[in-house]
């Protein structure tokens, strides 16, 4: 999925999560950068375009969707931030990784969730393709609606 997807998607979740953890701007901050953290393996995406040199290193050693695409990853991270920073960032940043794995789960290729482990969660969606943009509008609606 494309990262306005991730985003949309993650702000969606947020609607939902921030007051069960009494979460504020920097939840909503957190989430959806959380949202866009897997594909730091990717020197071509929105995150990976703005950090030097993290992308094409992990790329070279991991491949695009491996290790960065699984819960396990997801989880690291969100307890180190949990140790540093605090439980609910540490919960709203993983909570934002899984929204990124769940829509990446819905495209052709697939995430490796349980990685090392090879088995793929994968979907019908091809990244960028007329569907995404019907999910992206679903999406929407349903801020719309959550809002209104």
Known sequence: MNFKTHILFAFLIVLYTKDYFHGGIGFVILVVIGSLLPDLDETKSYLGQRVFLIPWLSKLLFGH????????????????????????????????????????????????????????????????????????????????AKII
């Open 65 to 144: 969707r491996g290790v960065y695409h699984s819960i396990l990853f997801g989880l690291g991270i969100g307890y180190l931030v949990n140790l540093v920073v605090g439980y609910v960032s540490g919960v709203a940043l993983f909570i934002g990784y899984v929204s990124h794995l769940i829509m990446d789960g819905l495209t052709k290729e697939g995430v490796a969730l349980f990685w090392p482990l090879k088995w793929k969660m994968k979907g019908f969606v091809k990244t960028g393709s007329f569907l995404e943009n019907v999910i992206f509008g679903i999406v929407f609606i349903l801020i719309l």
